[in-house]
């Protein structure tokens, strides 16, 4: 049962790692086509909560022990889930999804995708994310505190970026 502990783990770490090279070569994209950066974001307490929030059922599961198969596999879908619709998103957004808010002044509202129906399916996904690792888990508490933490952050960091792309985007 600790090999489906390590299994998770190794499966969110990889997630981890594609995204995180993929936000930076974005992020260096956007940035050499002017892209702006609006202040006040709270990228760098993201940066440190995202991974936290992620990794904190596993170090609760190390302790109390794996979840049962139903629940764990419960999880591995909710998290596998929540994973295509960040991709969906990313796919839609293109070179334009990094973790940073950089908006490029004039560029087009992008409206593919998933964001034909939400305004912000790649928040969302993270919710899902977190909520499937904590149920991978079997961390109820520990995955409450995260999605509600985290997703304060979220919600502020959502308050930025919208206030970046209505001053950026053309009408």
Same mark, same amino acid.
């Given at each position: ?41 709270? &990228? ?57 808010? @950089? ?11 998933? &964001?034909? &129906?939400?305004?912000?399916?790649? &928040? ?23 999605? @509600? ?15 970046? @792309? ?6």
């Amino acid at each position: 049962m600790i090999l489906q502990t390590g299994a998770s783990a190794l499966l969110v770490v990889t997630f981890l790692i594609v995204e995180t090279l993929r936000s930076y070569a974005n992020e260096r994209a956007l940035r050499a086509r002017g892209a702006i950066e609006p202040a006040g974001d709270v &990228y760098q307490v993201m940066s440190a909560a995202y991974p936290l929030a992620l990794f904190a059922p596993f170090a609760s599961a190390l302790i109390a022990g794996p979840a049962p198969l139903p629940i764990w596999t419960a999880g591995v879908i909710i998290f596998l889930a929540a994973k295509a619709l960040k991709f969906w998103a990313i796919q839609a957004l293109g070179p334009q999804w990094t973790f940073r808010v @950089l908006v490029v002044p004039g560029a087009p509202l992008v409206t593919s995708g998933p &964001y034909r &129906y939400l305004r912000h399916p790649n &928040y969302l996904a993270v919710a899902g994310e977190i909520v499937g690792v904590a149920t991978m888990c079997a961390t109820p508490a520990i995955g409450t505190i995260a999605l @509600l933490g985290f997703g304060a952050l979220m919600l502020r960091r959502i308050a930025i970026e919208e206030r970046a @792309l209505a001053s950026s985007t053309p009408r």
